[in-house]
Structures are given as C-alpha cells and as structure tokens.
C-alpha cells in the first residue's frame, strides 16, 4: 500500500507516517518549507499545495491520500493565506487526486467549523457549522470542497480531530512551557468545553477512518472526555508540579488585550502572548460527541487526558523541551 501525505511535516502528520511506516506502508509526502523529519524512509516531492501538476504526479499509483496541511491559527496569517492553502489548497489536493485515479482520500478539516457550541450541547457530525475566527472559514470552505467532491462520486472520507497534543507538539507546548515555568494566567475564566485527544489515538482513529469510514461522511475523532479550557490547564499544572494563580484575566480586558497585543506586534512579525485565535480556546466550546466514530469506525480512545499530559511532559523533558 502507498500514501500520499499533504502536512507531513506537522504534528499529526509526522507521528501518521510514523504509524504508516510501522504497518508497512510505502509514503510520499509533500514537503514544502519544513523537512520532513522521516527524510530517507519518505518520498518527498517539493512543491506548494496548490500546484496541481506536482501533486498528481506525486500520487501516481497511490492508495490513500491523507490531506493534513494547513495553515494554522496564528495572528500573523492574513485571510487570504488561509484562504489559498486551506481552501484553494484543498481543492488542488482533491481534483489531484481525482485526476491520479486515487481509490480513497481522508481529508482534514477542523473542530473549529463549528465556531463556538452551544453551552450544555455536545456537537456530532449534523451540528451546524457555524465558524467565527478567519482560519475556522477557510477551514470549512474546505470541508465543503471534499463534501462536493464526495457527492460528485468521489471516495472522501472527512475527519474533524478534537484539541490534539503530545510528544512534539509545538502549539501546545507554547502553554506547557508557560505553565511548567510558573508563568499562566488563565485568560477569562476559561469555562469553553474541549475534547483533548493524545496523539497515538488520534492516529489510530485516522487509520480506522481510512480502512472503514463512509465515503462523503464526516467522523468525530476526539478523546472521551470533555474539560473545560481551565480543567485542562489545571491538569498541566498538576502534572508539571505547579499552581495556578488564583485570579484572572476578565473576558473584557483579555479581548481588549488581545486585539492590541495582535496591532502591535504585527510590524514586528512576531506572535504576540494573547491574541484573538489564541482567546478562542478559553471562550469557544468545541466539545465533540465520538459515538458516530465509534459506532462506524470501532474508534475507542483509551488515554484520558491527566495519564496523556504526563506522557508528553515526560517526552519533552527527555528530549530537552523542558
């Protein structure tokens, strides 16, 4: 069997071809301005993800497409970027794959679809996307491409992966770092509901999802649990041996501040401490019901998020991280 990556070079797509690797798999993977860390035991094809000739010559005799690169949340990412990688990008990757003859394709798309659930609900798959911050709309303007596709005879299976951390995680580690050193405050009093989901059970639903998902459905794939924003930050503060202060950062102020923060380090092109995609994990319930996955698919987390944070604390203190 052979894959064809897209985002390789991230977090889940590393420990992806990780997996595949393991199982047997041949991988080509995209790789763009980050090596892809597997360099040797991969197929790389350089190129952007939205030129269309490279990508089909790159799946050529492909099996399964797994469509993982995006542009993520960060303030200095303009609409347009997020527009051209996670929505151009992805109907580039798709109609590639169409004209490559390829059997399957497992697109991902985003939680953050949904924009912010109602307080009380728990979303499935039918809850309605209602996205709020620029990167959630280019998201979804994706998720619509790979639906379209699906219903013009594609084989496209969609997954929405919950909040997902582990070892070598750059994203969440920005908080561990700032916990583990005594250095949080929670924004607001981060009541937003999330889904956290380690990262090997996060692979292992994207496997399944590949082997059994419904063509032009979309599957949950989160850990069993839903915490608050400030559950989670607790529990990486136990696990780093740390307390939290007891006050915080009201929700006015904290978008005040956010906003500001956003202005003024743009010029400097650097990632401001708080900014308004950063606020949206602490004010935008994501919480994501799994039982479509698990009914369909045989997904069934098993690492629950306090014995999953001390499994990454303790990779990044071995590898230096901390």
């Given at each position: 069997?052979?894959?064809?990556?897209?985002?390789?070079?991230?977090?889940?797509?590393?420990?992806?071809?990780?997996?595949?690797?393991?199982?047997?798999?041949?991988?080509?993977?995209?790789?763009?301005?980050?090596?892809?860390?597997?360099?040797?035991?991969?197929?790389?094809?350089?190129s952007d993800i939205t030129d269309l000739r490279a990508l089909e010559s790159g799946m050529k005799d492909t099996d399964v497409v797994f469509h993982l690169a995006s542009a993520l949340g960060s303030s200095l990412i303009n609409r347009q970027e997020?527009?051209?990688?996670?929505?151009?990008?992805?109907?580039?990757?798709?109609?590639?794959?169409?004209?490559?003859?390829?059997?399957?394709?497992?697109?991902?798309?985003?939680?953050?679809?949904?924009?912010?659930?109602?307080?009380?609900?728990?979303?499935?798959?039918?809850?309605?996307?209602?996205?709020?911050?620029?990167?959630?709309?280019?998201?979804?303007?994706?998720?619509?491409?790979?639906?379209?596709?699906?219903?013009?005879?594609?084989?496209?299976?969609?997954?929405?992966?919950?909040?997902?951390y582990g070892p070598g995680d750059r994203r969440t580690f920005k908080l561990i770092r700032k916990v583990a050193a005594g250095r949080f405050i929670l924004a607001t009093k981060a009541a937003a509901r999330q889904t956290p989901v380690y990262i090997?059970?996060?692979?292992?639903?994207?496997?399944?999802?590949?082997?059994?998902?419904?063509?032009?459905?979309?599957?949950?794939?989160?850990?069993?649990?839903?915490?608050?924003?400030?559950?989670?930050?607790?529990?990486?503060?136990?696990?780093?041996?740390?307390?939290?202060?007891?006050?915080?950062?009201?929700?006015?102020?904290?978008?005040?501040?956010?906003?500001?923060?956003?202005?003024?380090?743009?010029?400097?092109?650097?990632?401001?401490?708080?900014?308004?995609?950063?606020?949206?994990?602490?004010?935008?319930?994501?919480?994501?019901?799994?039982?479509?996955?698990?009914?369909?698919?045989?997904?069934?987390?098993?690492?629950?998020?306090?014995?999953?944070?001390?499994?990454?604390?303790?990779?990044?203190?071995?590898?230096?991280?901390?």
């Open positions: 069997m052979r894959a064809f990556l897209t985002g390789g070079s991230g977090f889940i797509g590393s420990h992806l071809i990780d997996a595949l690797l393991e199982d047997g798999w041949r991988v080509a993977a995209l790789s763009h301005r980050t090596p892809i860390q597997q360099s040797g035991r991969v197929e790389e094809i350089a997020f527009t051209r990688i996670n929505a151009a990008g992805t109907e580039a990757v798709l109609e590639a794959a169409r004209r490559a003859r390829v059997p399957r394709v497992v697109h991902f798309s985003s939680a953050g679809v949904l924009g912010c659930v109602r307080d009380g609900d728990v979303a499935d798959e039918g809850y309605p996307a209602r996205p709020i911050l620029a990167y959630d709309h280019a998201k979804y303007a994706g998720e619509r491409a790979a639906l379209r596709f699906a219903a013009d005879g594609m084989d496209v299976v969609i997954v929405r992966p919950g909040w997902a090997t059970e996060l692979v292992k639903g994207t496997l399944l999802a590949a082997a059994r998902g419904r063509a032009g459905e979309v599957y949950h794939l989160a850990g069993a649990e839903i915490l608050t924003a400030a559950e989670i930050v607790k529990a990486v503060a136990s696990a780093a041996g740390r307390r939290l202060p007891r006050f915080h950062i009201p929700g006015l102020p904290a978008r005040l501040a956010a906003s500001f923060l956003e202005q003024a380090f743009r010029p400097l092109r650097k990632e401001p401490p708080l900014s308004r995609p950063k606020l949206s994990f602490f004010l935008h319930s994501k919480p994501l019901s799994i039982a479509k996955a698990g009914r369909e698919l045989g997904y069934s987390p098993e690492i629950d998020f306090a014995h999953g944070i001390r499994l990454a604390l303790d990779w990044y203190r071995r590898n230096g991280w901390l």
